[in-house]
C-alpha cells in the first residue's frame, strides 16, 4: 500500500512548509465538519428557542411543528414544547420551572399546531415575556416556528404600537423637508 502512496507523499513533499499547513488545516476542518454532522444525525435536539411578548389576554403563543414526512416511525415521535417566564430563565435556565409544558406527536409530512390563549391559562399573564423551548429528534422535525398571535385593534395598531418610532419618523421628514426648503 505504500507503494499506492507515494505519488501523493511526494507531492506533499514539494509543497512549502506554509501549503502543507494550510492543506492539514483543511483536512481537519473537514474531518470535524464530517464528524459533527455524523454525532447529530437523528439526535435529540432544542429546534426551538425563542422569547416571545404577551400583550392582551386575546394573544396567543402558538407552536408549529412541520414533521418530515419520510418519519420511519411517527407513533414513537413526538416533539417537547415548554414555557418559561422569560425572567425566570433567563435568571437561571438550570432551574426555572416550566410553566406549561406539552408532549406533540408526530404527523408524519403534516404540520401540528398548537395555541395557548393567555385567556384559558393561569399560568400565562398578559404584559409578560415568556421562554418557549421546542426540543425532538431534529431528522424528524423539518422546521419550527414560535409566534403570538394576537387580537389585533385593526389598522391603527401596528403604528400606536410603535408610536415613538412613527413621531420620530415624523420629525425626521419635517427637518428634511425645513433642510430641501432652504436650498
Given at each position: ?39 447529530t444525525?437523528?439526535?435529540a435536539?432544542?429546534?426551538?428557542n425563542?422569547?416571545?411578548?404577551v ?13 418530515n ?17 422569560e ?18 406527536d ?21 404584559g ?12 424528524a ?21 410603535n408610536?415613538?418610532?412613527?413621531a ?16
Amino acid at each position: 500500500m505504500g507503494d499506492r502512496l507515494d505519488p501523493v507523499i511526494s507531492m506533499f513533499e514539494d509543497l512549502s512548509q506554509r501549503q502543507q499547513i494550510g492543506v492539514g488545516a483543511l483536512a481537519a476542518i473537514a474531518v470535524i465538519a464530517l464528524l459533527a454532522s455524523v454525532a447529530t444525525i437523528g439526535s435529540a435536539a432544542e429546534l426551538g428557542n425563542e422569547t416571545v411578548d404577551v400583550q392582551d389576554e386575546n394573544d396567543s403563543i402558538e407552536i408549529s411543528i412541520a414533521w418530515n414526512e419520510s418519519i420511519t416511525d411517527p407513533a414513537n415521535e413526538s416533539a417537547t414544547v415548554e414555557i418559561y417566564n422569560e425572567t425566570a430563565y433567563s435568571d437561571d435556565p438550570a432551574n426555572a420551572t416550566a410553566l406549561l409544558t406539552e408532549t406533540v406527536d408526530a404527523d408524519e409530512g403534516n404540520t401540528t399546531s398548537t395555541a395557548w390563549n393567555v385567556s384559558d391559562e393561569a399560568d400565562l399573564e398578559a404584559g409578560e415575556s415568556y421562554r418557549v423551548l421546542v426540543d425532538g429528534n431534529d431528522s424528524a422535525i423539518d422546521d419550527v416556528a414560535i409566534s403570538v398571535d394576537g387580537d389585533d385593534d385593526g389598522l391603527l395598531a401596528p403604528i400606536q404600537e410603535n408610536a415613538g418610532n412613527v413621531a420620530l419618523l415624523a420629525i425626521l421628514v419635517g427637518v428634511a423637508a425645513l433642510a430641501y426648503r432652504r436650498r
